[in-house]
């Protein structure tokens, strides 16, 4: 299977659907709740169902963020957040993507995340480094007085002043792909709140790409595939601006 072409696929059809709606209420009509207790808005399941279209005939595991876990007992895993960033695309935010990510055994193999506005295809087989749009990428090289951040947390941090911007953009699967191409130095949440469905693909091509993933505690990061469990993240391009972190949280 050409994961690469199905994933390009599969975000093309949903761009194609679901683009009108960008910046539209109608597009924000809650229609249910996801396993993990969110709002599904109309957006997210039409988006959905087109994923569930493409994939439900390959009688592979499916892992998406508003129907749950789909067991076909298959050694092949598609973990899928159909659109990152829903309330960012209904309020006309330009921040919000697409993120396809496959497992083989419970293992990373293929991570897809694409931004629908710039068409930006960030993507990494395991073992074969990072891409946007062809070509290869890394994390930045960590300057202090250069260093850009996005971050979660319930407590009030002191990072500003030791950054050079602090953002919140609000799709965290498409801010971990900017730390790939290196438009972030670091993005992490402790509420905890992010899901696998948020971040598996990123996770896949920000590993290539060479940042460093960890807990809140500074510990490798480990999680599981479904869509209901919620993380602490920390996604860093170097372990000093990882240590700035850790103090702080
Ligand atoms: C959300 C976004 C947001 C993050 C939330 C996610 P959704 O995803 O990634 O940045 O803070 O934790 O749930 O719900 O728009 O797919
Ligand atoms: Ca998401
Ligand atoms: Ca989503």
Redesign the pocket.
């Known amino acids: 299977m050409n994961w690469d072409e199905l994933g390009l696929k599969i975000a093309k059809e949903i761009e194609k659907e679901v683009m009108p709606y960008f910046g539209k209420k109608e597009g924000a009509k809650i229609i249910g709740y996801s396993p993990s207790g969110?709002t599904t808005e109309l957006i997210d399941r039409m988006s959905e169902d087109i994923v569930l279209k493409h994939l439900k005939p390959l009688n592979i595991n499916i892992v998406s963020?508003e129907i749950g876990t789909i067991n076909n007992n298959s050694e092949w895993t598609a973990i899928i957040?159909p659109?990152?960033?829903?309330?960012n695309f209904t309020t006309g935010f330009p921040c919000f993507g697409f993120c396809f990510a496959i497992f083989k055994n419970n293992k990373p193999y293929y991570g897809l995340t694409y931004e629908f506005l710039t068409k930006n295809i960030y993507e990494a087989y395991v073992g074969k480094g990072a891409f946007l749009n062809g070509e290869k990428i890394k994390v930045k090289k960590y300057i202090e007085k250069e260093a850009v951040i996005s971050y979660?947390s319930n407590k009030n941090l002191n990072l500003i002043g030791k950054v050079r911007r602090a953002r919140i953009m609000?799709?965290?699967?498409v801010e971990m792909a900017y730390v790939a191409k290196g438009a972030l130095d670091a993005v992490f949440?402790i509420r905890p709140?992010?899901r696998t469905t948020?971040f598996a693909s990123s996770y896949i091509i920000c590993k290539e790409a060479g940042a460093i993933i960890t807990d809140e505690k500074g510990h490798e990061f480990k999680f599981n595939l479904n869509t209901t469990d919620r993380y602490n993240m920390i996604v860093a391009n170097d372990k000093k601006l990882l240590n700035i972190i850790l103090e702080e949280i």
């Open positions: 969110d963020e957040d659109i990152d960033g829903s309330f979660y609000g799709a965290f699967g949440d709140y992010v948020d």
